[in-house]
Structure formats: structure tokens, C-alpha cells
């Protein structure tokens, strides 16, 4: 198996992308510099799978891989807003949360040879995500925007929770005996 194909390249880049916008995400001065690269960054994340099943490069090592990246950028970015006080300490706590449920979930199947595949809800969930990052970095040039996050922020959280619970209930059964 080969690691370095362009899709876990593309994978590992949205990973080492989370340092410089964790950084500057503590000044609101190069927020729409943050908001372009990550949207660039995000782009990352559709492109890899794309190029991933085109050119048949799918292998578990990158559909583990862009999940980690997802999380590891997405959660990165929420607990620093957190810090600067653009989200509640309650939300973060639900994705985190969540996020670890899962990965645990997913580790415990994968030792009984069950994947756990990305559903439409858990793609909703990170759809909601990515949307909220954005309109956070665009809030203080669009200021309407502060009321839109505090809907998205209910929506991601309720969409987080919703998802979190239907990855169990799909795969409950795996536990019987247990």
C-alpha cells in the first residue's frame, strides 16, 4: 500500500494547515486571510476523495486519515474560538465530546472488521461546521452574521448530537453479547 498518494498528500496538508490557522485566528485583523485559506483548505477535503475514487487511491489508511484531519482542523479552530470568546464553552464540549464517542465507536468496530462509513447526517454535521468557521471569520466585516452563528451554532450542536446517536444506533447491534 502505498501512502503518498495525492489524496492522503492532499489530507496531510489540511492537517499541517491547522498550525498557521490556529495562530492567526487570535487576531481578528487576518480573519479574511484565515477565512480564504480555509476555505482553500476545506476544498482539500473534497478533492482528495474525489481524486481518491477516480483514480481507484482509496485505502483505509486515507479514509482514517481524513476523518483525523477533519477533526484535528475543525476542533483545532473551535477551541480557539472558544478562547477568544466567539463560541460557548457548552458547544465545544458537544463536538469534542462527540468527536471522541465516535473515534471510539469506530476503533471499537474496526477490531470486529466493522467500518463505520461517513453518513449524510455526519456529513451534515461537518457541512454545519464548515459553515460556521466561515461565518465566524467573516462576522466582523458582515456583522449581521452574529445572529446567523448563533442559529448555526444551535444547528451544528443539535446536528452533532443527531449524528453521534445515529452512528450508535446504526451499530448497536454489534454490542450484543457484550
Not at 473534497?46 to 483525523?68: E, T
Not at 454545519?128 to 444547528?155: G, K
Request: net charge positive; glycine share 4%; charged share 15%.
Amino acid at each position: 500500500m502505498k501512502i503518498w498518494t495525492a489524496p492522503n498528500i492532499l489530507t496531510f496538508i489540511r492537517i499541517l494547515a491547522t498550525i498557521p490557522m490556529f495562530i492567526i485566528t487570535y487576531d481578528e485583523k487576518y480573519y479574511l486571510i484565515a477565512f480564504l485559506v480555509y476555505i482553500l483548505v476545506s476544498l482539500t477535503d473534497l478533492l482528495d476523495g474525489y481524486i481518491a475514487r477516480k483514480y481507484n487511491l482509496v485505502s483505509d489508511f486515507g479514509k482514517f486519515m481524513d476523518q483525523i484531519a477533519d477533526k484535528i482542523l475543525i476542533n483545532a479552530l473551535f477551541i480557539v474560538f472558544l478562547e477568544i470568546h466567539k463560541l460557548p464553552g457548552w458547544f465545544v464540549a458537544i463536538i469534542i465530546i462527540r468527536d471522541i464517542f465516535i473515534s471510539g465507536l469506530r476503533m471499537y468496530l474496526a477490531n470486529k472488521n466493522v467500518v463505520v462509513a461517513a453518513d449524510k447526517w455526519g456529513k451534515a454535521k461537518t457541512f454545519l461546521q464548515t459553515i460556521l468557521i466561515a461565518s465566524l471569520y467573516l462576522t466582523p466585516t458582515f456583522v449581521f452574521l452574529d445572529n446567523f452563528n448563533f442559529i448555526l451554532i444551535l444547528l451544528t450542536a443539535f446536528s452533532s448530537i443527531f449524528s453521534g446517536y445515529n452512528y450508535l444506533a446504526k451499530n448497536i447491534v454489534y454490542f450484543k453479547g457484550e
